[in-house]
């Protein structure tokens, strides 16, 4: 399933509302995407089997008063016309590390959008983030 399809689903739940993340996550054998969003009063959940597009772990929370009426929406809201593919980004981030690749999210980090790779390369923990429009690399960093 491609991140487009899951961005299709999503906006099937959650019509009035804007993504501002999305991940895609193993847990045990199976991948799936974590995709959150909001609308002007709420954050929205909802997991997505990245195989079979069956959905799941549907939720809602009240945003806090200072972030409600769109504030917080509009400050995170992610914008998809202008950024690298999810396949553009992961060449992207193998320019920095070999090993395998866990989990990427898409997010927005201090206004600007940023891909962001985790994986795991000789036993250590690697992150790469990158902007999610040029490539650039923002951080790199190292965990054993």
Do not use: C
Not at 10 to 31: C, F, H, I, R
Not at 48 to 68: I, N, P
Not at 100 to 126: A, F, P
């Amino acid at each position: 399933m491609t991140l487009e399809k899951a961005r299709e689903l999503y906006a099937k739940q959650y019509p009035a509302s804007d993504l501002t993340e999305v991940e895609l996550k193993q847990w045990g054998n199976q991948m799936f995407y974590e995709l959150t969003g909001m609308n002007d009063n709420e954050e929205l959940h909802m997991h997505v089997d990245a195989r079979t597009g069956a959905t799941s772990r549907l939720s809602k929370e009240a945003l806090d008063a200072d972030e409600q009426n769109g504030v917080e929406r509009h400050q995170k809201q992610l914008a998809f016309d202008q950024l690298l593919t999810p396949k553009q980004a992961l060449q992207k981030a193998q320019q920095y590390f070999t090993g395998n690749v866990i989990k990427w999210s898409l997010e927005k980090d201090d206004g600007r959008t940023v891909w962001e790779v985790e994986g795991h390369e000789k036993q250590q923990k690697m992150q790469v983030k990158l902007d999610a429009e040029t490539g650039a690399l923002i951080e790199k960093e190292m965990d054993d």
